[in-house]
């Protein structure tokens, strides 16, 4: 485990330019190039509220925020834009090594970074989505709390999480070409069995357990908190939060480092 942290910092060079590679090359030949990165958000806020506030009714009650559909877009497509980061990074996972299978004969490829380049990759389609909410905020709201710069820190213990679960399903997919299947299906369910489209206070108490065993749920609700309210998460939570990614990310890890010896014998 200690050799693959190593690993990692020593590679921090490659896996930004492996980033920005990825990103690029997401939108290259299109003719609006990176301009997607915050077009996409856009059009996926547009839609979401169609059919959430417009065809089905829905509103944010007994959260203290003000009704109206911009409110309501704001309020959701902030969840949306967070669980994406989470999606994204997953669904790619069980074939993040399949993908790149001319690297794993490569002896001095650190194969450990792959995970850490789609993480970085979310979250700089995250960043664009952030520009269009704080846009939509400031129009319906006016100035942000400034705790909100705090995001990235009420992030960070999530961010470890996936970095841990995605070190875990890209080498299980190796060896399990099926988890790609099964993985897509599961985060369409998290993403309905999170406080992404409605708040956690709208949740039937006799089916609220659900909601609190799930990961994303606190993530979700204190970004939110610091967004709009300005919350800022008890140091001694963070700190909590913080240990429980890193054990996750380290487990991770441990649990690729172990099992990519056999990479070369299936792939």
């Keep these: 485990m200690a ?22 090359a997401r939108y290259r030949g299109s003719a609006l190039g990176l301009v997607w990165l915050v077009l996409l958000p856009l059009l996926n806020l547009m839609a979401f509220t169609f059919v959430f506030r417009t065809v089905l009714k829905a509103r944010w009650s007994g959260v203290g ?6 409110a309501f877009s ?15 990074v997953m669904t790619r996972s069980p ?28 979250l700089v389609n995250a960043a664009g989505s952030m520009v269009i ?29 996936i970095l841990g679960l995605s070190w875990f399903v890209s080498a299980v997919g190796v060896y399990l070409r099926d988890l790609r299947q099964f993985v897509a299906p599961v985060v369409t369910a998290l993403q309905f069995l999170s406080p992404v489209f409605y708040p956690l206070a709208a949740v039937p108490e006799n089916v609220r357990w659900i909601f609190n065993i799930n990961p994303l749920t606190i993530p979700l609700e204190q970004a939110r908190g610091l967004l709009f309210q300005g919350d ?12 429980v ?3 996750v990310a380290l487990l991770g890890l441990w649990w690729f480092q172990k099992t990519r010896k056999g990479f070369a014998d299936v792939v």
């Design 95 to 122: 074939g993040l090594v399949l993908e790149n299978s001319s690297y794993i004969k490569r002896v001095v490829f650190p194969l450990e970074i792959l995970p850490i380049v789609a993480l970085l990759t979310a």
């Design 133 to 161: 909410w704080l846009v939509f905020y400031i129009i319906t709201f006016g100035a942000p709390h400034p705790e909100a710069l705090l995001l990235p820190v009420a992030l960070a213990p999530m961010c470890l999480v």
């Design 3 to 24: 050799s693959g942290l190593r690993t990692i910092i020593a590679s921090r060079r490659l896996i930004w330019t492996l980033a920005k590679r990825e990103v690029a």
């Design 74 to 88: 704001v309020y959701m497509f902030a969840g949306l834009t967070i669980f994406t980061i989470f999606s994204e």
């Design 232 to 243: 800022v998460p008890g140091l001694a939570s963070t700190l909590f939060a913080l240990s």
């Design 65 to 70: 925020m003000e009704e109206g559909v911009g």
């Design 245 to 247: 990614g890193a054990v």
